[in-house]
């Protein structure tokens, strides 16, 4: 699958998450909703983002929002969220998340 068609079946998960972002986080972060001081905006920093992940050493890691909340202590926090949605079988999906799971947990040791 080339970048652009990735792209392509991306665009749509990009936007739900945004659209149900309290529902979201409640579900996939259970206990979070209780945390997030929902009567504060909510930034999608998607353009500072690409500009971060423009220089990525590995062109095959994705991942899908960055967004910041502030927390009901005043305290702002950034949620990275990744989906991986599968429209057909990849024969090299289980090592494409080892190396990306393996490659977030070097960079939190750095």
């Not at 997030?36 to 500009?51: A, C």
């Not at 926090?77 to 991986?84: A, P, T």
């Amino acid at each position: 699958m080339t970048d652009s068609n990735k792209t392509e079946f991306d665009s749509p998960w990009k936007e739900i998450i945004e659209f149900f972002f309290p529902k979201f986080m409640e579900f996939f972060v259970p206990g979070s909703e209780k945390v997030i001081n929902w009567n504060k905006k909510i930034k999608f920093l998607d353009k500072e983002f690409q500009k971060i992940t423009k220089e990525s050493a590995d062109k095959r890691r994705y991942a899908d929002k960055l967004v910041e909340v502030v927390l009901k202590n005043n305290e702002k926090k950034w949620v990275l969220i990744h989906v991986e949605v599968q429209a057909q079988k990849e024969m090299e999906f289980s090592e494409r998340m080892f190396v990306y799971n393996w490659g977030r947990e070097r960079e939190k040791g750095a």
